[in-house]
């Protein structure tokens, strides 16, 4: 039996729509999720200065991961995508004041931000990393005494090196993951929280640097950032991830764009 297009988006749909129902959530909470469908676009923050996850082609198009699920996630709700391009500082901002209705963009789940927004089930993961060039004797927290450390403010990579960095240790934040990039490739920094994808770009841009994993600082794993309160939105969110995880789409895309499968945290989804 032939499947089209349209019935496997039917078939997306209703599987998140029961997983909508079954979270019991009232019509009061639906703002957000029937807003969508009334202007038939769905509006998604995304940074695009954040590669491989968020980037733009050479023709200026979206690009990466995070777009790629965006895409998807449009593409099964039956809208439009607008991507609202942000910083990594600016994601939760672009979410709270409704200039976006979702972020897509390497977003972890803190208690901090726990606070203020809420979070899907995780759609990907990645590691917190320290990284310098191969020259440097650096295996642990306690080696970065003294040095100068790159980092993006307000990122998981931020808050990570923060907590474990001795006293000397000194850390330079900057306000995007490009001007972090930048930083480190043309050598203003040597060291750098980051994750191995963006690393591996560093290098691409500059191989005469010769930067490679010293420690792993955590695994980070991503979820979808929606308002609270925004209960179904979420709930369709979660439906969506679970069908997406179990079909193997998301993986798929994972691997395209990172390079790497997901890890079994992620696709072992209940």
């Not at 039917?10 to 998140?16: G, N, S």
């Not at 969508?36 to 590669?51: C, E, Q, T, W, Y």
């Not at 759609?123 to 003294?146: C, E, H, W």
């Not at 043309?186 to 841009?205: F, T």
Request: aromatic content about 4%; some cysteine.
């Amino acid at each position: 039996m032939e499947i089209t297009e349209m019935h496997l988006k039917k078939t997306i749909f209703a599987v998140c729509a029961a997983a909508v129902m079954a979270g019991g959530y009232s019509a009061a909470n639906a703002d957000t999720l029937s807003t969508i469908h009334s202007r038939k676009a769905i509006k998604v923050a995304i940074d695009l200065g954040n590669p491989p996850f968020g980037r733009q082609t050479k023709e200026l198009k979206p690009s990466g991961f995070d777009v790629h699920v965006a895409q998807l996630l449009a593409k099964d709700m039956g809208v439009a995508l607008d991507i609202v391009p942000t910083t990594g500082p600016n994601r939760i901002p672009f979410l709270t004041s409704r200039r976006a209705d979702i972020v897509i963009s390497t977003l972890a789940k803190t208690p901090d931000r726990a606070k203020v927004i809420d979070f899907s089930i995780p759609y990907a993961a990645v590691l917190n990393i320290i990284a310098a060039p191969q020259s440097m004797k650096i295996s642990g927290p306690q080696d970065l005494a003294g040095h100068r450390i790159a980092a993006t403010r307000g990122t998981t990579n931020d808050v990570a090196v923060t907590a474990v960095a001795p006293p000397t240790a000194h850390i330079i934040r900057f306000d995007d993951e490009a001007t972090t990039l930048t930083s480190v490739s043309s050598g203003q920094i040597k060291v750098v929280a980051q994750n191995p994808q963006m690393v591996k770009l560093i290098n691409e841009k500059n191989p005469n640097l010769h930067l490679e994993q010293k420690f792993v600082l955590k695994q980070i794993q991503f979820g979808i950032g929606v308002r609270k309160g925004d209960e179904s939105l979420k709930d369709w969110i979660n439906g969506w991830i679970k069908t997406n995880l179990k079909n193997g789409k998301l993986n798929e895309m994972y691997k395209q764009d990172i390079g790497t499968d997901l890890p079994k945290e992620i696709t072992d989804v209940k």
